[in-house]
Nanobody
Framework: QLQLVESGGGLVQAEDSLRLSCAAS????????MAWFRQAPGKEREFVAA????????AYPDSVKGRFTISRENAKNTVYLQMNSLKPEDTARYYC?????????????????WGQGTQVSVSS
């Protein structure tokens, strides 16, 4: 089992930055693909970013590419999401996810472990 705990959310203004963290405990963190998803009220859970096991590969949708950066520190069992130039449409609950896939995948159905989420609210 892998337990995930997110932190770092909050209320910010447009163009501000936030860094989310996800601390993992349990089995070997380095064996997992790590990802961030988000979900706004009334909407489906949306892929935000993912990072390969060693941290050498990343993926982003066009909506956040160039503004968000995912990174990981396997020695600290932690994955981060640096969010810059935030927009009101980034407002959502952000979830950390993990799975023992070989390759990065984009559907929430492909991830077996989830945190409780952290709220990010961006005002205009």
């Amino acid at each position: 089992q892998l337990q995930l705990v997110e932190s770092g959310g909050g209320l910010v203004q447009a163009e501000d930055s936030l860094r989310l963290s996800c601390a993992a405990s349990g089995r070997a963190f380095g064996n997992y693909i790590m990802a961030w998803f988000r979900q706004a009220p009334g909407k489906e859970r949306e892929f935000v970013a993912a990072i390969s096991r060693p941290g050498t590969g990343t993926a982003y949708p066009d909506s956040v590419k160039g503004r968000f950066t995912i990174s990981r520190e396997n020695a600290k069992n932690t994955v981060y999401l640096q969010m810059n130039s935030l927009k009101p449409e980034d407002t959502a609950r952000y979830y950390c996810a993990a799975d023992e896939n070989t390759f990065i995948r984009y559907s929430p159905n492909d991830y077996g472990y989830w945190g409780q989420g952290t709220q990010v609210s961006v005002s205009s």
